[in-house]
Nanobody, 120 residues
Framework: QVQLVESGGGLVQPGGSLRLSCAAS????????MGWYRQAPGKERELVAG???????NYADSVKGRFTISRDNAKNTVYLQMNSLKPEDTAVYSC??????????????WGQGTQVTVSS
């Protein structure tokens, strides 16, 4: 059974930094892409950052220049370094991964979510 286990959320002051980690386990299939989404109260879930197995990156405009996504393929782990955090970054951050089987089928998985709160 595939599991995505997140860590690193918490409370931070505006301008501070946090680093989120997400480790995928329980899958013998290839990971095509991994990414981070967030959902603030009363808002829809949005993509924050994504990274493909080949290293292609994409970011939400609101986090460009402040957040950095990286990936350790050997550890099936994705990281999100968040700098210059703003109160509007407050949300539940969830890890997401796309998998591909040897026979061409794809499926995805979600982490349980980790709370990030930016407040003074």
């Amino acid at each position: 059974q595939v599991q995505l286990v997140e860590s690193g959320g918490g409370l931070v002051q505006p301008g501070g930094s946090l680093r989120l980690s997400c480790a995928a386990s329980g899958s013998r299939f290839s990971i095509i892409a991994m990414g981070w989404y967030r959902q603030a109260p009363g808002k829809e879930r949005e993509l924050v950052a994504g990274i493909s197995s080949g290293g292609s990156l994409n970011y939400a405009d609101s986090v460009k220049g402040r957040f950095t996504i990286s990936r350790d393929n050997a550890k099936n782990t994705v990281y999100l370094q968040m700098n210059s955090l703003k109160p509007e970054d407050t949300a539940v951050y969830s890890c997401h991964a796309d998998f591909k089987t040897p026979w061409g089928l794809t499926f995805d998985a979600w982490g349980q979510g980790t709370q990030v709160t930016v407040s003074s």
